[in-house]
């Protein structure tokens, strides 16, 4: 069992910044692919970004976030981030973090095994 905590979430005004934070425990961190999803009210939960087992360069992220979030991850403190700049209104939604052990990086929600409970996020205009 992977047990996955998030933090960082708030209210913000439209160009600010939020740096989220998952806490993870249970298992060996480093053996985990991460993820970020995000899900709006009356919206299905989508992908947000997502980082290797390994970290370094291989993150992914949503077309819509690209060039404004920051996946990264500190497997010696099994933690992962979602570094959050230039926000918009559109970006309000709970956050969730999420884990699968895999050599891959999947962007697919139902690939993930552990989910945190999430954290709310929300952006005024």
């Known amino acids: 069992q992977v047990q996955l905590v998030e933090s960082g979430g708030g209210l913000v005004q439209a160009g600010g910044s939020l740096r989220l934070s998952c806490a993870a425990s249970?298992?060996?961190?480093?053996?985990?692919?991460m993820g970020w999803f995000r899900q709006a009210p009356g919206k299905e939960r989508e992908f947000v970004a997502a980082?290797?087992?390994?970290?370094?360069?291989?993150?992914y992220y949503a077309d819509s976030v690209k060039g404004r979030f920051t996946i990264s991850r500190d497997n010696a403190k099994n933690q992962v981030y979602l570094q959050m700049n230039s926000l918009k209104p559109e970006d309000t939604a709970v956050y969730y973090c999420?884990?699968?052990?895999?050599?891959?990086?999947?962007?697919?929600?139902?690939?993930?095994?552990?989910w945190g409970q999430g954290t709310q996020v929300t952006v005024s205009s």
């Open positions: 980082i290797s087992w390994s970290g370094g360069s291989s993150t």
């Open positions: 999420a884990a699968v052990r895999s050599a891959t990086t999947p962007r697919a929600a139902r690939a993930y095994k552990y």
């Open positions: 249970g298992r060996t961190f480093s053996n985990y692919a």
